[in-house]
């Protein structure tokens, strides 16, 4: 019999799947076919992760997949890390309920605003609607030998910051630490030209986005942060770091 594993013991043995899921931001979304019935259709969406730690997704009302969500909510959402070789890079299927968000809406569309920008201007104009993905199952497989499936209780962790922490943090770092956010872009090798805006789409325990020159890029923090003074400590030592070399 194997023995009871911890959330933290859970967490360290799914970080590459955890670390996918938070550094992609969009997916092959796979519904069951509504016009060719009992076959599978697939379709490209962004997406985020709301405060729960559920992919977020927006979907035109006039999209063969939200007709298909509506009328059987069981999907896929498929992520892959970059590479050459499709075959040998790593990749997760969340298995889950497509759900429209009720509760919460407001906080939900703000961070998939941040994070997607343009997106405010046609969820106003057009018909578009938010959905939070239940997972049911995880598969993941992040090379040779390493292949299971993982259950969400242990993948899924919701952030420690209210949306009104979130919010003040993202303003401040916004506000007056852009040439720190440059700093991190420039760490990582990833060049920013002098015109081009660099901001914070959201922070959680285990880093943070930045919207920069158009792309959403991820900086993962050395250790969690479980409260907005950790999460401060966590950007001063990123932003000594990139200043040293």
């Known amino acids: 019999m194997s023995e009871p594993t911890t959330p933290a013991a859970d967490l360290a043995r799914h970080a590459g799947a955890r670390a996918l899921l938070l550094g992609r931001k969009s997916g092959v979304l796979s519904t069951l076919s509504v016009a060719v019935e009992g076959y ?11 405060r729960a730690g559920r992919p977020l997704i927006l979907i035109s009302n006039i999209a063969q997949h939200t007709h298909n969500v509506l009328a059987d909510p069981r999907v896929c959402l498929t992520v892959q890390a970059d590479g050459h070789d499709v075959q040998a890079e790593a990749r ?11 509760d919460g809406l407001e906080d939900a569309a703000e961070r998939y605003y941040r994070h997607f920008p343009a997106s405010r201007d046609y969820h106003r104009v057009h018909g578009f609607d938010f ?8 598969r993941w497989i992040g090379g040779f030998g390493e292949i299971r499936w993982i259950d969400p209780r242990e993948l899924l962790v919701p952030s ?12 401040h770092m916004d506000g007056d630490h852009e040439d720190a956010m440059r700093g991190y872009c420039a760490h990582a090798g990833v060049e920013i030209g002098d015109g081009q805006e660099v901001r914070m789409a959201g922070i959680d325990a285990e880093g943070f986005d930045l919207l920069a020159g158009g792309r959403l890029l991820r900086f993962p923090f050395d250790e969690p942060a479980a409260t907005p003074a950790e999460a401060r400590e966590r950007l001063v030592a990123l932003a000594r770091r990139a200043r040293e070399t």
Do not use: H, K, N, W
Request: hydrophobic share 45%; glycine share 8%; with cysteine.
């Open 40 to 50: 599978p259709f697939g379709s490209v969406v962004p997406y985020c992760l709301d």
């Open 92 to 102: 997760l299927g969340v298995l889950a309920r497509a759900e429209p968000v009720g």
């Open 131 to 138: 959905f939070r993905l239940e997972p049911v199952r995880l």
């Open 160 to 171: 420690p910051f209210s949306r009104e922490q979130e919010t003040a943090i993202v303003a």
